[in-house]
């Protein structure tokens, strides 16, 4: 069992930054691929990043460059640090772990706002 908890999201103006972390409890952290994805209002959740416990890393080709997906498997976290920030990235940031078959759980998300 995996319990995530995100924090960071908020309000920035484009161009701005934002750093966004999840917190997880549980024994499969650090087996687990770890993702972000968001939803914004009227739109379907979709994938921004993911990290393997390899390492190996993708990136959504909107966000690519300018997020970049990290996780501390000591401190049981993962981060999304966005930069450059666009109105169109406004939504809910959720972190998500998966460690295979029907083990794939959800955080609660993290509202993220750009105003322009």
């Known amino acids: 069992q995996v319990q995530l908890v995100e924090s960071g999201g908020g309000l920035v103006q484009a161009g701005g930054s934002l750093r966004l972390s999840c917190a997880a409890s549980?024994?499969?952290?650090?087996?687990?691929?770890l993702a972000w994805y968001r939803q914004a209002p009227g739109k379907q959740r979709e994938l921004v990043a993911t990290?393997?416990?390899?390492?190996?890393?993708n990136y959504a080709s909107s966000v690519k460059g300018r997020f970049t997906i990290s996780r501390d498997n000591d401190k049981n976290t993962v981060s999304l640090q966005m930069a450059t920030l666009k109105p169109e990235d406004t939504a809910v940031y959720y972190c998500?772990?998966?460690?295979?078959?029907?083990?794939?759980?959800w955080g609660q998300g993290t509202q993220v706002t750009v105003s322009s």
């Open positions: 998500n772990a998966y460690a295979g078959g029907s083990y794939s759980y």
């Open positions: 549980g024994r499969l952290f650090s087996f687990a691929t």
């Open positions: 990290l393997t416990s390899g390492g190996s890393t």
